[in-house]
């Protein structure tokens, strides 16, 4: 065993890390920004231009934050009876891998779009992204996390 009790939920699985929910919040930030410039009602359209002056960015953004929505989700619905729910969530890792890798490319284009002009929230959101792509590659905690656990692939 490589890992305590307390890190596996009750059906046997290995809970996701904190830092690998984060970094789903963080491949989801498009909702957050959607979510949120909804909810203020008056300023809402100024909030979407500043963090997305595009507007065809946001909507890729949208598009692109679905993949860890679904498994921020199905991560919380594995159980032995769902089969089709652990068989998704196998694939979590190229999934995040992928998507991480794309908004990394997004925001390079974003600052492409700039004029290649300097913005601190531009700067950090690659920092991290590219901190989450090599954090998902390497992490044996995120390996595991994904594993169906022996017996219930069969």
């Given amino acids: 065993m490589h890992y305590t009790i307390e890190q596996y939920d009750k059906n046997g699985f290995l809970n996701a890390p904190k830092w690998l929910w984060l970094g789903w919040m963080l491949l989801a930030k498009a909702w957050v920004v959607f979510v949120v410039a909804g909810a203020s009602r008056e300023s809402g359209s ?25 498994l921020m989700w199905l991560v919380s ?6 089969r089709w729910a652990c068989v998704f969530v196998s694939w979590g890792k190229p999934i995040s891998l992928i998507t991480a890798a794309s908004q990394l490319m997004q925001s390079v284009y974003h600052v492409y779009l700039q004029a290649g002009a300097f913005s601190w ?3 950090l959101i690659m920092l991290l992204l590219l901190w989450f792509c090599i954090y998902i590659f390497k992490s044996k905690t995120v390996r595991d996390c994904f594993k169906i656990p022996a017996g219930e692939g069969e």
């Fill in 77 to 82: 619905l594995r159980t032995p009876e769902r």
């Fill in 121 to 123: 929230a531009n700067g």
């Fill in 46 to 70: 100024t909030i979407l231009s500043y963090v997305y002056p595009d507007h065809d960015m946001l909507y890729l953004g949208l598009i692109m934050g679905i993949p860890s929505i679904a």
